[in-house]
Nanobody, 116 residues
Framework: QVKLVESGGGLVQPGGSLRLSCVASGSIFYINRMGWYRQAPGKERELVADITAGGTTTYADSAKGRFTISRDNAKNTVYLQMNSLKPEDTAVYLC??????????WGQGTQVTVSS
């Protein structure tokens, strides 16, 4: 089993920044991709960004230029730096770790609220 522990969510004003962290523990040796998804009330869960063990990144169009995903393999940690936050970024952000075609792990989620 893999445990994902998230931190960094909170309430910020439009234009502000947050840095989300996700630490993976347990049977982490075969994990390839780690990333962040978000889900707002009434909307489908969507990929925000992910990163492979080799450092290849993928971003949602809404995140490009504002968000940066990074990974510290030595610490088994993935980060999401979120800048220039907008009210439409408000959602529960969930950490994800994948062993493709075998396992798919999720964190409990951390709330990000962007409001004046």
């Amino acid at each position: 089993q893999v445990k994902l522990v998230e931190s960094g969510g909170g309430l910020v004003q439009p234009g502000g920044s947050l840095r989300l962290s996700c630490v993976a523990s347990g049977s982490i040796f075969y994990i390839n991709r780690m990333g962040w998804y978000r889900q707002a009330p009434g909307k489908e869960r969507e990929l925000v960004a992910d990163i492979t063990a080799g450092g290849t990144t993928t971003y949602a169009d809404s995140a490009k230029g504002r968000f940066t995903i990074s990974r510290d393999n030595a610490k088994n940690t993935v980060y999401l730096q979120m800048n220039s936050l907008k009210p439409e970024d408000t959602a529960v952000y969930l950490c994800n770790a994948k062993v493709p075609n075998i396992y798919n792990y999720w964190g409990q989620g951390t709330q990000v609220t962007v409001s004046s």
